[in-house]
C-alpha cells in the first residue's frame, strides 16, 4: 500500500509565506502526477496546483505568480511554496499522488493525503 503524509500547515499573517511538504511511501513503483488541492469550510475541493513526472505544472488562476510546486523524486516528495498568502487562502490543504504499483506497475491509482491546515489572518 501507500501513506501520503502532508506537513508545513500552520497559522501566517496575510502577506506572508508558508512550505508545505508530501511524502509518498509504501510500495512505489513510480510517481506520475503530483497535486496539491485545498477545500475551504462550505466549499469544493479544488486544485491548487499539480505536477506532471516531467515537472510540468498546472496551477489555479488564483495562485499563479505567489505559488510554487516543485518535486523531488528521488524522496518521492512534492512540496507547495505559498508566498503573499492571503486570508482567502486558508483551507486544509491536500496532497495527491498518482501512483504505479509494484505489483500493478501498468496501472495508476490516486492517493490523497489526510491534508493540514493552512489558516491566514488579516
Known amino acids: 500500500q501507500v501513506q501520503v503524509e502532508e506537513s508545513g500547515g500552520g497559522l501566517v499573517q496575510a502577506g506572508g509565506s508558508l512550505r508545505l511538504s508530501c511524502a509518498a511511501s509504501?510500495?512505489?513503483?513510480?510517481?506520475?502526477?503530483l497535486g496539491w488541492y485545498r477545500q475551504a469550510p462550505g466549499n469544493q475541493r479544488e486544485l491548487v496546483a499539480e505536477?506532471?513526472?516531467?515537472?510540468?505544472?498546472n496551477y489555479a488562476d488564483n495562485v499563479k505568480g505567489r505559488f510554487t510546486i516543485s518535486r523531488d523524486n528521488a524522496q518521492n516528495t512534492v512540496y507547495l511554496q505559498m508566498n503573499s498568502l492571503k486570508p482567502e487562502d486558508t483551507a486544509i490543504y491536500f496532497c495527491?499522488?498518482?501512483?504505479?504499483?509494484?505489483?500493478?506497475?501498468?496501472?495508476?491509482?490516486?492517493?490523497w493525503g489526510q491534508g493540514t491546515q493552512v489558516t491566514v489572518s488579516s
Open positions: 495527491s499522488a498518482d501512483v504505479r504499483l509494484r505489483a500493478t506497475p501498468r496501472f495508476t491509482f490516486r492517493y
Open positions: 509504501g510500495s512505489i513503483f513510480s510517481i506520475e502526477a
Open positions: 505536477i506532471t513526472s516531467g515537472s510540468a505544472t
